[in-house]
């Protein structure tokens, strides 16, 4: 429910739907491992998926970058929390060289380089939002396993 304003566009002898706006789309829900992990990155991905879903597709890709580098400092920190103020203050890069996993650091350095791609004039990289969000998924997937396998061999 709720108020919806739909946009049509007259075109020879009918209207023609265009969009309706606030659009109706679901968020991507994170499990409450990635939610208490990050809470922020789990807020900004939620709000440049919005962004992307009412077309603005200028800015959403920044969002999504903002968004990753959070996940990957709070996993960073969660990972060597007496590091903690250095992490915060380092660039995000050298926040990327601490991950251990290869993959992890491969998919990461991706998502940053194509998340730095949507701010710039001139775009680098064939790549765009949609493998953007897919190296995000990953790199989410990447950590949810760590938190089972933990979780996992506790019990045992």
């Known amino acids: ?3 919806f304003l739909g946009f049509y566009k007259f075109s020879y002898d009918h ?3 265009v ?3 606030p659009a109706n789309f679901k968020k991507t829900v994170f499990s409450n491992d990635i939610c208490s992990l990050s809470h922020d990155f789990v807020e900004i991905y939620q709000q440049s998926e ?3 879903n009412l077309g603005l597709n200028r800015i959403c890709g ?3 970058r903002k968004a990753v580098e959070f996940l990957i400092k709070d ?3 969660f990972a060597d929390e007496k590091s903690k103020d250095a992490i915060l203050e380092e660039k995000f890069i050298d926040s990327i060289k601490r991950l251990n996993n290869p993959q992890m650091k491969n998919l990461a350095n991706k998502c940053r380089m194509l998340g730095n791609d949507e701010t710039h004039t001139f775009i680098r990289y064939e790549e765009g ?3 953007l969000k897919l190296f995000i ?3 989410v997937n990447f950590i949810q396993i760590q938190f089972d396998a933990e979780k996992i061999l506790q019990k045992n």
């Open 137 to 139: 998924a990953s790199l």
């Open 75 to 77: 996993y960073c920190i």
């Open 129 to 131: 939002i949609k493998e």
């Open 62 to 64: 920044v969002g999504y």
């Open 1 to 3: 429910g709720g108020i």
């Open 19 to 21: 969009h309706t706006i």
């Open 50 to 52: 919005q962004a992307e």
């Open 15 to 17: 209207y023609r739907y």
